[in-house]
């Protein structure tokens, strides 16, 4: 999903407004994308419409160029789609809490049944009782043995020829007599939904009033796993849904659909077999990670808050040419006192985050203070050709601005490792850069 939309936004690379026409076309390609990614229809229309209307409404920003402007849009869009922030777990007013899994089979119920007690001992420390409640499979017992002794967590099991329903009753009851403040319980799963299935689940929920009931539901079967959240919403009312194997997942349509869908959370997120695979799903991630935008997006946040597009442009320029001065130092570091510090700005830069010249730029706004008075200490011809300042020049600048040689000696240092970092910059990675410059 993320290289299409990208290429969607690829199209959109020149300066100035967003025209009707950038707008259709960039529309037409997520469009595409979002289906070909296994989105819901009715989940995409609705998504375009609004992007649409956001797009067509939105404010003129100079800073931005078309393509920031959309992507911040179409991920403003996908985080609400999928809720905005993270859904916790319902916690019991007195113990225990009941966590109740459902799914077909297959899906993970077991898997996250242990995952989730390592989660909650982990985060809450939790001391949690395993139900097996799934009588169907002899070998899904044994799974959850095994995984309760892995993680040092009691199970509660009755063997295969006991209604899962009382099962459940005196898994509660030993749960309550050993003061487990979490239980969670393991049901069996069909390969399809059917009635007899429901049938056992809704008497477990009857029974057991679950704080929790999430679905669990594999993230690979795309539009299926939509379908599979509709269906068992609408027989159990569940309370959120636990997404797995969104580490084989690269398309991520299901994450996308299933809030739109079913109105019902995602709360977790499998990503991987092993017991500590399990993450809150927070949907700032989720679209961050289905765009594949990096950090850009925070970074045109804090462009679109500050940063002065015709300012950038020519500094970019200087860059290219190798002409970048004192004065442009100045200008760089006034915008950088608005922009928050530079090194943190370029570690959000694609591919600049390794850089080995920016473990030497440290910028604080007293220092950008400092620096400043020692420019305005220049001659102009000092400031166009930094190459003047020998050691008496040096010291007249330190007695000009009030500061020490030694620290008018470093900012030189600084000057000179910036102009050669942008240098490289320009060579190299220049790629980031030239889309936030618009260029
Ligand atoms: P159940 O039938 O719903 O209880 O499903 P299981 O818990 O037995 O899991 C079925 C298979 O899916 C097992 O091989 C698990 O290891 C695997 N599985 C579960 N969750 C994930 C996940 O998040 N990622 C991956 N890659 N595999 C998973
Ligand atoms: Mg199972």
Request: charged share 30%; net charge neutral.
């Given at each position: 999903l993320s290289e299409r939309l990208q290429k969607a936004f690829s199209g959109l690379r020149r300066k100035g407004k967003v025209s009707e026409s950038d707008i259709r076309d960039a529309m037409r390609e997520i469009r595409l994308a979002l289906l070909e990614a296994d989105v819901n229809f009715d989940v995409v229309k609705t998504f375009i419409k609004n992007v649409r209307t956001k797009a067509l409404g939105a404010e003129v920003l100079e800073s931005l160029t078309p393509s920031q402007q959309i992507i911040k849009i179409v991920n403003d869009e996908l985080v609400k789609t999928m809720g905005e922030a993270a859904v916790p777990l319902n916690k019991a007013p007195h113990i225990p809490t009941v966590i109740m899994m459902a799914g077909l089979q297959g899906a993970g119920k077991t898997t996250t049944v242990g995952k989730l007690s390592k989660y909650l001992m982990d985060n809450d420390s939790a001391r949690p009782l395993l139900i097996a409640a799934d009588v169907y499979r002899p070998a899904a017992i044994d799974q959850l043995q095994t995984i309760g002794k892995q993680l040092n967590v009691p199970v509660f099991e009755m063997g295969t020829d006991v209604d899962p329903v009382e099962i459940v009753r005196q898994g509660l009851a030993t749960a309550k007599e050993n003061k487990n403040d979490y239980v969670l319980i393991d049901t069996a799963g069909r390969l399809q939904i059917d009635e007899k299935l429901m049938n056992e689940l809704k008497n477990i929920k009857e029974l057991a009033h679950p704080n929790d009931i999430l679905l669990v539901d594999d993230a690979m079967t795309g539009q299926a796993a939509v379908d599979v959240a509709k269906g068992f919403n609408e027989q159990l009312d569940i309370t959120g849904v636990v997404l797995t194997k969104l580490d084989g997942d690269t398309r991520g349509g299901a994450a996308l659909s299933i809030r739109a869908v079913t109105g019902k959370p995602i709360k977790f997120i499998g990503q991987g077999e092993k017991m500590d695979a399990l993450d809150v799903f927070y949907p700032d991630r989720m679209a961050n990670r289905i765009l594949g935008m990096g950090d850009m997006l925070t970074l045109i946040d804090k462009a679109q808050k500050n940063y002065d597009e015709k300012q950038a442009m020519e500094m970019a320029e200087k860059i290219r040419e190798n002409s970048f001065d004192f004065n442009d130092f100045l200008d760089q570091m006034d915008q950088i006192s608005k922009m928050g510090p530079l090194e943190d700005i370029m570690k959000?830069?694609?591919?600049?985050?390794?850089?080995?010249?920016?473990?030497n730029v440290k910028m604080d706004p007293k220092d950008i203070a400092h620096m400043k008075a020692i420019v305005y200490s220049m001659t102009p011809q000092e400031r166009e050709d930094p190459d003047l300042l020998n050691p008496s020049r040096r010291r007249r600048l330190a007695a000009g601005s009030g500061r020490p040689v030694v620290e008018v000696n470093r900012m030189i240092k600084q000057f000179n490792q910036s102009k050669q970092m942008m240098n490289q910059m320009s060579k190299g990675n220049m790629k980031g850069l030239d889309g936030l410059m618009g260029g």
């Amino acid at each position: 999903l993320s290289e299409r939309l990208q290429k969607a936004f690829s199209g959109l690379r020149r300066k100035g407004k967003v025209s009707e026409s950038d707008i259709r076309d960039a529309m037409r390609e997520i469009r595409l994308a979002l289906l070909e990614a296994d989105v819901n229809f009715d989940v995409v229309k609705t998504f375009i419409k609004n992007v649409r209307t956001k797009a067509l409404g939105a404010e003129v920003l100079e800073s931005l160029t078309p393509s920031q402007q959309i992507i911040k849009i179409v991920n403003d869009e996908l985080v609400k789609t999928m809720g905005e922030a993270a859904v916790p777990l319902n916690k019991a007013p007195h113990i225990p809490t009941v966590i109740m899994m459902a799914g077909l089979q297959g899906a993970g119920k077991t898997t996250t049944v242990g995952k989730l007690s390592k989660y909650l001992m982990d985060n809450d420390s939790a001391r949690p009782l395993l139900i097996a409640a799934d009588v169907y499979r002899p070998a899904a017992i044994d799974q959850l043995q095994t995984i309760g002794k892995q993680l040092n967590v009691p199970v509660f099991e009755m063997g295969t020829d006991v209604d899962p329903v009382e099962i459940v009753r005196q898994g509660l009851a030993t749960a309550k007599e050993n003061k487990n403040d979490y239980v969670l319980i393991d049901t069996a799963g069909r390969l399809q939904i059917d009635e007899k299935l429901m049938n056992e689940l809704k008497n477990i929920k009857e029974l057991a009033h679950p704080n929790d009931i999430l679905l669990v539901d594999d993230a690979m079967t795309g539009q299926a796993a939509v379908d599979v959240a509709k269906g068992f919403n609408e027989q159990l009312d569940i309370t959120g849904v636990v997404l797995t194997k969104l580490d084989g997942d690269t398309r991520g349509g299901a994450a996308l659909s299933i809030r739109a869908v079913t109105g019902k959370p995602i709360k977790f997120i499998g990503q991987g077999e092993k017991m500590d695979a399990l993450d809150v799903f927070y949907p700032d991630r989720m679209a961050n990670r289905i765009l594949g935008m990096g950090d850009m997006l925070t970074l045109i946040d804090k462009a679109q808050k500050n940063y002065d597009e015709k300012q950038a442009m020519e500094m970019a320029e200087k860059i290219r040419e190798n002409s970048f001065d004192f004065n442009d130092f100045l200008d760089q570091m006034d915008q950088i006192s608005k922009m928050g510090p530079l090194e943190d700005i370029m570690k959000m830069i694609p591919g600049m985050a390794n850089n080995k010249a920016l473990a030497n730029v440290k910028m604080d706004p007293k220092d950008i203070a400092h620096m400043k008075a020692i420019v305005y200490s220049m001659t102009p011809q000092e400031r166009e050709d930094p190459d003047l300042l020998n050691p008496s020049r040096r010291r007249r600048l330190a007695a000009g601005s009030g500061r020490p040689v030694v620290e008018v000696n470093r900012m030189i240092k600084q000057f000179n490792q910036s102009k050669q970092m942008m240098n490289q910059m320009s060579k190299g990675n220049m790629k980031g850069l030239d889309g936030l410059m618009g260029g």
